[in-house]
């Protein structure tokens, strides 16, 4: 599963229940359940959370912390099945049924309709075409409480310019959203027109022309170190994507893009897979020590990949050693190859809203 990486401003979850008391109860128990998961106890976490709505069931906090604990086990299992998913899209939707007009939770939740759709896809289900359709009227939701939310433009242009007629793909309508979202935002826009390229376009010219408007912006600094990659320009990619951290700190995640590049490059170039193999393990452990802190379910994820990558290259004992350092930080870490979407680590009152595509390899 393609995890979401773009971190945008901080949003607040919360509604204000100050003056009421049972709320102010509910809060701090639901930030006990998200320091219990954060610090590797995500099944302690669930507990908690469960015996809070079995007091009271409509508790749309609660209900979305349980969706992003719910999501944290997912990706800490090994079953990735579209059954062991419900759970998490399951609480999503009681979260929007309590708080309709909150339209953080209602993008949480259409991006967990777009996760279960994205595995039935992968896994050729029948039933992938109406889950897509599903996905597209729970973004138009979001878009319904704030026709400026670009993220979700920026999906439902991933689905109707990416997926086939059969599954739901529209590029007429993808047009539509590209050329609304371009008035709104040059960058974004420009991200929505590119989805609707030819696969023959020169990416790294079309993302140098935006430059030329932009100046040295952070995404589109990603957006050009991502073209290159696709080419493959190993030099010219991994320069953009380390300036776009420079330039905004909150992308370091593209160190971990960087890796998983390196790591799909040792089964195209197997010439260079030693040197690939090594240049993965540097930018993990760049990563871990970049600031601010890691908080630990993220360093519990990079420990692991150090553990696939030490285990790739034929070290095993080292691989052993990260994981249990990986799983002593936290035992559900992610074993997901992808980066995973830093929104659920963040406090729940503190929600970042990310975006990358479903549809991109790194």
């Not at 493959?232 to 890796?259: H, Q, S, W």
């Not at 040197?275 to 600031?291: D, G, K, R």
């Not at 990558?309 to 052993?320: L, R, T």
């Not at 936290?330 to 997901?336: F, H, M, N, T």
């Amino acid at each position: 599963m393609i995890a979401l990486v773009f971190l945008m401003p901080t949003l607040c979850c919360c509604e204000d229940n100050s003056g009421d008391d049972k709320s102010g109860d509910t809060e701090t128990s639901v930030l006990d359940a998200y320091e219990l998961r954060i610090s590797g106890k995500a099944d302690q976490a669930k507990e908690l959370l469960n015996d809070l709505l079995e007091t009271d069931s409509t508790n749309a906090l609660a209900c979305f912390e349980l969706a992003r604990t719910e999501h944290h086990l997912f990706l800490g299992g090994t079953q990735f099945s579209a059954e062991e998913w419900r759970k998490v899209t399951a609480s999503t939707q009681k979260a929007v049924r309590f708080a309709p007009d909150n339209e953080i939770y209602a993008f949480y939740h259409a991006y967990a309709t777009f996760s279960d759709a994205f595995i039935s896809m992968m896994m050729e289900k029948p039933d992938a075409g109406e889950k897509v359709a599903i996905t597209c009227d729970a973004f138009q939701d979001v878009l319904n409480l704030d026709p400026g939310f670009y993220e979700a433009m920026l999906y439902l242009v991933d689905i109707y310019a990416y997926l086939p007629e059969e599954m739901g793909g529209n590029r007429g309508k993808a047009g539509l959203i590209a050329s609304d979202l371009n008035q709104k935002d040059r960058v974004f826009g420009a991200m929505a027109h590119a989805r609707l390229l030819p696969d023959t376009t020169d990416l790294v010219s079309y993302w140098q022309d935006v430059q030329k408007e932009t100046g040295n912006d952070a995404q589109v600094l990603e957006e050009l170190g991502r073209a290159y990659l696709l080419m493959p320009d190993t030099e010219n990619g991994t320069k953009c994507f380390l300036e776009a951290i420079d330039a905004d700190t909150t992308k370091r995640y593209l160190y971990m893009n960087l890796v998983r590049y390196h790591l799909l490059s040792t089964q195209q170039n197997h010439d260079a897979r030693e040197e690939h193999i090594a240049e993965a393990e540097n930018l993990v452990n760049t990563y871990l020590q970049s600031s601010p802190d890691l908080i630990s379910s993220l360093k519990a994820y990079a420990y692991g990949m150090l553990a696939m990558i030490k285990m790739f290259g034929g070290d095993n004992q080292a691989g052993s050693e990260y994981q249990a350092t990986a799983a002593s930080i936290d035992p559900y870490y992610s074993k997901a190859t992808s980066m995973p979407p830093e929104m659920i680590y963040c406090r729940p009152d503190e929600v970042k809203i990310h975006y990358s595509s479903f549809f991109m390899p790194f």
